[in-house]
């Protein structure tokens, strides 16, 4: 998924090419999950013939300023969602395919927009594209000051507070905290890789306890949630140009044969290892980030702990487009079909009944084993 650094890349490219232009004329395809409250045809309607005053970015979520008056767009990438500007590659995540096309009118495109210069009479085209419809099109009169931006937490570039209002906004929670960094109403844009950079850098382990972290790790944390982000966004996301030392450059080997080269501040190789925080995939180093006691009193009941660390763990990336059921259905590489639940959509009773009964069935036939 998109996400801060990603973000920002799109909101500077529409700013450079369509900052002080008209929008001439407005094409949009018709889809009722992307269009949010608004139909494809007023969403062209409310923003044809107006100029475009400039770019606003606030966690994931980018904006388009136009003058006079009417509401403005505001957007979200959601899983796959990206812009093009025609003649030109889009803006993929993370890396652009091989085969990536310049066709136009673009697949998968929700809007396009027909800009004119006035002051240099050039015109160009920018389009919107989702192919998995994960993203989000508003319209929005004050988009900082409306949901879904008014919803957010801070953001590391914008508003990141001081130390001392982040050490307590983390230590009143008791989950973990690379669950915390996801929820994106505590640090909006904020998402996996960034947040396992950070804890990376903070030589923090993404399973540690909010309320059990120490002084030394929250002054870290406070400063790397912001330097990550920072350094990111200076190279304009584009990953070949991260340091070396970051993590992100080795930790999408996981179930690769390619070892990682990826070493530790003595020069020795580090240890990737990955563990679901969150219901996301965290890579960590096992030499550096080390997981410590928890801060939970000891007179709480085991049963009551194990409780709560469940439903903490359970905690994922909060983000403004929640998967409908049809959405969890995917194909498998093997052709076979395979559906994907997630905890909003949990097994049929039916399916768990089964299960239990064959369960029982190989129990006895080991017992009946053993006893011959």
Known sequence: MPELPEVERAARLIREVASGCIIAEVDTAEDNIVYSGVTHEEFARSIVNRTVSGVGRYGKVFYIELDGEGRMPVLHFGMTGMVQVKGQQATYYKRTPRKAATDWPPRFMKFILHLHNPSTGASTELAFLDARRLGRIRLCAAPLSEPPISALGFDPLLSMPALSDFAQRVRARACPIK??????????????WVADEILYHARVHPEERCNALTEAQLAALHWQTAEVCRVAVSVNADDSKFPENWLFKHRWDKGKKTKHTLTLPDGKPATI????VGGRTSAYVAELQHLRATAEPASTPRSTRTRKRKADDQESESDLTPLSESEHETTSGTGRRKTRRSKYFPAAPEMIQTTNVKRARTSLNRATKAGT
């Not at 669950?179 to 996996?192: E, K, P, T, Y």
């Not at 290892?273 to 679901?276: I, Q, R, S």
């Open 179 to 192: 669950a915390l960094l996801l929820d994106q109403s505590f640090s909006a844009g904020v998402g996996n």
């Open 273 to 276: 290892k990955w563990v679901t």
